[in-house]
């Protein structure tokens, strides 16, 4: 028995039964904002190839999510969108306290499907000749507040007003952008970049002082308490190396 | 109630309203046609027509947003017209519901018109109406309870519509933020006040609607000859 | 008299089921198409109206309702059809089911009012109802009086008693009876009751598996004996008579035809009246000689005409000439060896009962 496969199984016994650390591993259920899903399952494969422990990924709307929870939805974690939601259930009482902290900081980027619309300094919005601007709505997205304080500060917000189109959340405005019914919109900076660069279409990156910070918090939930994955999954996020990783996905550090 | 929440509703009733007049007016030659052929295209056209009753509403507003973008067949047609693009108009609800609200009207026409069958068409030729005397002057008036249930499902359904919505729709006060919409963000927003308000409108309504439908079934007024 | 008949060559294929007839009828009176199930009669009557494209060739009183190149379709030809269930408009009061053909005529074609129709079929009292408050004979009153509403030029009827109890049917037949006598508007009168067709028909076409077998005047056609066999029991003749004497004390009647009479139940007609006799030939037998020692009434002195066959092998049909009249009598084929009867031999023709049908 020397084929390939055989040594395989072999391994994989030997790891089974000493190499991991089996006595601890556990299960995570994690609740992830929409716009972190692409980082997180890679973030995810990692830790459970790095840890043993395994990672239940649901991606959603950070307020669904928080109505979930609030009613007793099983997660042990939560990665919101925003640092309100995780502060509000911190209040509440059912996030453990002291747990929360900043995993991401989310950028915002103008940008068009098309390679000729927008400019550098994002002059397009003074002079362009376009029908619809989309951004996530301000009332539910986080990204989509950034974005609505980038337009004050130009002071655009009123004379914009009748060609903003709205996602529900910065995934359907990405898209709204995407298949050209809007010419141009704010989206996040990790949704349009690949490898350091803009991946196609034109786009401005805004600066950072034009909107208040987009702080993405992750929290440890009560019923993830007593759970050694939750608490590991948390700090994984932390480590340097997984730092280095959100931050090659278009989020600040 | 706030301006918000009644122009979510006037635009929600509003909306409803004309898709389920053009409806009405498309559905009933698809239904007759549908009752009445030998065609083999019945079978194709009968299950495009059924599409919106098993396909998710995010498939229909995903291919609806793309085939009506600036690159999209029915985009290209409209922006010839000079019309622009439909997503985030309300011209563009208008198509989409028209689409996806197709089946609740067309099925309950097309049954009324087969459970007629020939028979009283016959009569009325050889009471000397043309084809067009007839559909008009018998066969309407004899598939009425098809055309009532047909326009209140229509109707309910399109004030009931959110996912085809909320992909083509852009969320915009006045123009396609209709009421299923608003109920979403409130909850997404955590104001939940606003969101029973709605909620149990709709919830309401849906169940008036039900009633009513319930107590005009016509079999139940044939039984009480 | 061409300008007055309607003409029909007709061809038109199912699936198992073929119809060719090439017909000249004529354009008065009752014409009965007769037949089993399955026969034609039903397909041969929609064919005439245009409800069904059949290849060929229809005209009436010289006008061509279609042909090779022409095909006039239902709501153009000047007809009226009333259908074996009545198919009253569900929606509409009688009034306006009565309306609705005529209001679609010019009204300088309209030959009968609507009073007429109204008043003919006895239905004055029903105008304001919806039909589903009507009983089935009155229903089809109703759809008979809205088909000669539209004062057609030929009126069709498909079975319309076929569909209605025994009751019913005693209940609308002497409407139909009205009609046949008050109107000049010619009947094609589709059924399989031998009893409807001696009543009301003229004329008779005898259809069977798509072909007309037979077609003519009532008694030429019902006296043929190649025919009968399409009868079986209901196989006899229609005898026009008169009614020329009552016996008050008996309650008898005796009604006259050309080459005898016959004495029948008294059934209040006046002397003078015309009545239609019908007599089965399972109810004629026949005797060489008078025989006055039995309960039979009615007794005719004849003379062979002609012999057939039966619907059975023991069974024979024998044609007998009373006068200018002929009956027909159904016996065993072992009584007509042993009277030794042949064409051409006097005989007397006993009658046991004879239906007095109009």
Redesign the interface.
């Known amino acids: 028995m020397s084929t390939p496969i055989a040594r395989i199984i072999g391994a994989v016994l030997l790891v089974t039964v000493f190499g991991s650390p089996s006595s601890q591993a556990g299960t995570v259920s994690a609740a992830v904002a929409a716009n972190f899903a692409a980082p997180m399952k890679a973030i995810a494969a990692r830790f459970e190839h790095d840890t043993g422990h395994r990672v239940r990924l649901s991606f959603g709307a950070s307020g669904r999510f928080f109505a979930q929870i609030r009613h007793g939805a099983p997660f042990d974690v939560l990665l919101s969108a925003d640092d309100e939601k995780p502060a509000r259930l911190e209040a509440a009482g059912l996030a453990v306290p002291g747990s929360r902290f900043t995993y991401a900081l989310g950028a915002i980027v103008l940008w068009s499907a098309r390679p000729d619309l927008v400019d550098a300094q994002g002059r397009v919005l003074e002079t362009g000749t376009f029908r619809h601007l989309a951004l996530a709505n301000p009332k539910l997205a986080p990204y989509g507040e950034a974005a609505r304080s980038v337009l004050q500060k130009r002071g655009l917000w009123s004379t914009l007003r009748g060609r903003l189109v709205y996602g529900e959340n910065i995934a359907q405005t990405y898209q709204f952008v995407a298949s050209g019914n809007a010419e141009l919109g704010f989206v996040a900076l990790s949704q349009v970049l690949k490898d350091g660069q803009i991946r196609a279409g034109s786009a401005w990156r805004v600066p950072a002082e034009l909107y208040p910070p987009i702080r993405q918090q992750a929290v440890l939930l009560n019923r993830g308490a007593d759970n050694p994955a939750a608490r590991a999954l948390l700090d994984y996020l932390q480590s340097p190396a997984v730092r280095r990783l959100i931050r090659h996905y278009g989020y600040g550090p | 109630m706030s301006d918000d929440n009644l122009s979510a509703l006037l635009l929600t009733f509003k909306l409803a309203l004309i898709v389920t007049f053009l409806l009405l007016l498309l559905g009933t030659p698809i239904a007759w046609w549908l009752a009445r052929t030998r065609s083999r295209l019945k079978g194709i056209i009968g299950a495009i027509v059924a599409l919106p009753l098993v396909l998710p509403p995010s498939v229909m507003g995903f291919y609806l947003l793309l085939l009506m973008g600036p690159d999209g067949p029915i985009g290209l047609f409209t922006q010839a017209l000079g019309m622009g693009t439909l997503p985030f108009t309300f011209a563009g609800l208008v198509v989409a519901s028209v689409f996806y609200s197709l089946p609740f009207v067309v099925q309950p026409i097309q049954n009324a018109f087969e459970a007629m069958g020939d028979r009283p068409l016959e009569v009325a030729a050889t009471l000397r109406a043309g084809p067009w005397d007839r559909f008009f002057s018998v066969a309407i008036p004899l598939a009425a309870p098809g055309f009532l249930t047909g326009g209140v499902l229509g109707f309910a359904h399109t004030v009931g519509e959110f996912g085809v919505v909320l992909m083509i729709g852009g969320n915009i006060p006045g123009e396609t933020r209709v009421v299923s919409v608003q109920i979403y963000d409130y909850v997404e927003a955590l104001e939940y006040g606003d969101a029973h308000l709605l909620s149990g409108l709709m919830l309401l309504f849906s169940f008036i609607v039900l009633l009513t439908l319930y107590s005009l079934d016509p079999g139940k007024r044939r039984t009480r000859r | 008299m061409s300008s007055g008949d309607l003409q029909a060559n007709l061809a038109l294929e199912f699936p198992g089921f073929e119809l060719a007839v090439d017909l000249r009828l004529p354009g008065r009176g009752v014409t009965a198409l007769f037949g089993h199930s399955g026969s034609g009669k039903t397909t041969l009557l929609r064919c005439l109206?245009g409800?069904e494209r059949a290849r060929g060739r229809v005209s009436i009183n010289g006008e061509i309702w279609q042909d090779e190149k022409t095909f006039m379709?239902?709501?153009?030809r000047p007809?009226?059809?009333v259908?074996q269930?009545a198919?009253l408009?569900?929606?509409l009061s009688v009034m306006a089911n009565l309306q609705?053909?005529m209001r679609?005529?010019a009204a300088t074609t309209l030959r009968v009012s609507l009073e007429q129709a109204i008043e003919l079929l006895g239905i004055g009292h029903l105008l304001q109802r919806r039909p589903?408050r009507l009983s089935g004979g009155e229903r089809q009153r109703v759809a008979i009086a809205?088909?000669l509403a539209?004062s057609p030029r030929v009126l069709?009827m498909d079975e319309p008693l076929a569909a209605l109890d025994w009751a019913r049917r005693q209940e609308i037949l002497p409407f139909l009876e009205r009609l046949h006598d008050e109107l000049e508007i010619p009947l094609l009168y589709v059924t399989h009751a031998a009893d409807e067709v001696a009543r009301l028909a003229d004329h008779l076409v005898v259809m069977d598996r798509g072909r007309a077998l037979a077609s003519g005047p009532l008694n030429e056609t019902l006296a043929r004996l190649d025919l009968p066999i399409q009868l079986g029991e209901e196989a006899g003749v229609v005898l026009q008579a008169r009614i020329a004497e009552r016996d008050q004390r008996w309650h008898l009647a005796r009604a006259e035809f050309p080459g005898g009479s016959l004495w029948l139940r008294d059934s209040g007609h006046a002397i003078g009246d015309a009545v239609r006799l019908r007599v089965l030939a399972r109810d004629v037998s026949l005797a060489l000689t008078p025989q006055a020692d039995s309960s039979i009434l009615n007794r005719l002195a004849g003379e062979v005409d002609a012999v057939g066959e039966g619907e059975h092998p023991a069974l024979r049909l024998v044609r007998v000439k009373v006068g200018d009249t002929v009956l027909i009598s159904r016996i065993t084929a072992r009584s007509l060896a042993a009277l030794g009867l042949a064409v051409g031999m006097p005989v007397w023709v006993q009658i046991k009962s004879a239906a007095m049908v109009e």
């Open positions: 109206a409800l379709p239902v709501h153009q007809l009226g059809y259908f269930e198919s408009f569900p929606h609705y053909g679609r005529v589903d809205r088909a539209v069709c």
